[in-house]
């Protein structure tokens, strides 16, 4: 988000407008599951989101500003969950199973993204279009089959754009392992799509 946009939207947040909380849910809910869920694991990913957004709630008057509003979000969440995790005293599952393909580092260029999306669909005819959304499908079975750390880096990474150093202190990582942890999961949905390609199958 824009600092201006984020200025306003913070300015709108304080005068208590209720359609800016809906805006800032909107945007960063996601993000905040994705942290919860690598620190707690699903079962208390709700619980833990939940107390973060009140604790938004109660400090966002005092918010300065050292750093940008979802960074200042996902920090809450993550305390919120690391204290969860703390009493509860959970073990993290962090072994990842192997992928049923093997990839080389070259399909990820030096920043690591991927040099190129792995399939594009050109068709709109129902075959295509149903073929699509069995490759969706599949694609959200591989997310959820992967390790709670492994599907928690790439969504952060992927989906919401958040950096590297970031998700270390966030989630309590060295940036060693969040590339680790990150290069497994594309492995894995890689994999996942080639086999689908290949076979038709997930």
């Known amino acids: ?3 201006t946009a984020e200025a306003k939207l913070i300015e709108r947040l304080l005068a208590g407008e209720q359609r800016a909380y809906c805006e800032l849910v909107a945007s960063y809910q996601n993000a905040m599951r994705a942290v919860a869920h690598a620190i707690v694991g699903p ?3 709700d619980e833990v989101v939940q107390d973060a957004w009140l604790a938004v709630v109660r400090h966002l008057p005092g918010f300065q500003g050292r750093s940008s509003l979802k960074t200042w979000l996902l920090t809450i969440t993550a305390n919120t969950a690391k204290s969860r995790y703390t009493r509860n005293r959970r073990d993290a599952l962090i072994e990842s199973p ?3 393909g093997t990839l080389g ?4 260029a030096s920043d690591g993204h991927w040099k190129a999306a792995p399939i594009t669909w050109h068709e709109d005819s129902p075959e295509a279009l149903l073929t699509e959304d069995e490759l969706r499908q599949c694609l959200e079975h591989t997310l959820l089959s992967l390790p709670e750390l492994q599907s928690s880096v790439l969504l952060l990474w992927e ?3 958040v950096e590297a150093e970031v998700i ?4 309590g990582l ?4 969040v590339r680790v942890l990150l290069h497994r999961a594309r492995l894995k949905v890689f994999a996942s799509i080639e086999h689908f390609e290949e076979t038709g199958e997930c």
């Open 98 to 100: 192997a992928p049923h």
């Open 174 to 177: 060295s940036l060693s392992n």
């Open 1 to 3: 988000m824009p600092e």
């Open 159 to 161: 989906r919401d754009g």
């Open 168 to 171: 270390c202190n966030l989630l």
């Open 105 to 108: 580092d070259e399909r990820f």
């Open 43 to 45: 079962l208390q990913v």
